[in-house]
T-cell receptor, first 111, second 115 residues
Framework: KAGVTQTPRYLIKTRGQQVTLSCSPI?????VSWYQQTPGQGLQFLFE???????NKGNFPGRFSGRQFSNSRSEMNVSTLELGDSALYLCASSLGMDGYTFGSGTRLTVV | AQKVTQAQTEISVVEKEDVTLDCVYE???????LFWYKQPPSGELVFLIRRNSFDEQNEISGRYSWNFQKSTSSFNFTITASQVVDSAVYFC????????????FGQGTILTVHP
């Protein structure tokens, strides 16, 4: 069974640009969560979607947004990129009764 | 607010030694879930265990074991007879009963197992 797929794996963007990251959950999983991982702040929760509805949101500025489609695939968008947005962005999917399965992440570098 | 503390930033052991990774948590929820994840250099978080707050039984899975003690708000992880392949960053995490997908992670413990 396919795992959680995140694309792209690596991304380099310039300050001020915007970026969209994609996450395809495990088939049948309807919950998708996003996390940002940086050396300084560790793993921080961004938001969670279930059946196209955002159920929970972390403490990030409005530049960070997301959405989920009817097939459970999710995207997150960061607008007006800042150097501090450089991070590994991880997506996780869940069936709701077990643990969360994470993807390999998208490593974003802002220059 | 939820909080997870992994006091050990780095641990270095020699192969075949036993090693325990500490995790202490704080939550006001009566129902919650505790997790351990392993992050190898590739970056993916690998799920190891999920434990709910009503189940204080210790668990053993091969060389891995977990000790959950609500009285001390701890959920420690022991690797018996460590191997070089166990080298990774290990994260303890907490999910509150109504947190909907929000895991609060500790800062992680870097484990290095030397041959």
């Amino acid at each position: 069974k396919a795992g959680v797929t995140q694309t792209p794996r690596y991304l380099i963007k310039t300050r001020g640009q915007q970026v969209t990251l994609s996450c395809s959950p495990i088939s049948g999983h309807r919950s998708v969560s996003w996390y940002q991982q940086t050396p300084g702040q560790g793993l921080q929760f961004l938001f969670e979607y279930f059946s196209e509805t955002q159920r929970n949101k972390g403490n990030f500025p409005g530049r960070f947004s997301g959405r989920q489609f009817s097939n459970s695939r999710s995207e997150m968008n960061v607008s007006t990129l800042e150097l501090g947005d450089s991070a590994l962005y991880l997506c996780a999917s869940s069936l709701g009764m077990d643990g969360y399965t994470f993807g390999s992440g998208t490593r974003l570098t802002v220059v | 607010a939820q909080k997870v503390t992994q006091a050990q930033t780095e641990i270095s052991v020699v192969e075949k030694e036993d090693v325990t990774l500490d995790c202490v948590y704080e939550t006001r929820d009566t129902t919650y879930y505790l997790f351990w994840y392993k992050q190898p250099p590739s970056g993916e978080l690998v799920f190891l265990i999920r434990r709910n707050s009503f189940d204080e039984q210790n668990e053993i899975s091969g060389r891995y074991s977990w000790n959950f003690q609500k009285s001390t708000s701890s959920f420690n992880f022991t690797i018996t007879a460590s191997q070089v392949v166990d080298s990774a960053v290990y994260f303890c995490a907490l999910e509150g009963g109504t947190s909907y997908g929000k895991l609060t992670f500790g800062q992680g413990t870097i484990l290095t197992v030397h041959p």
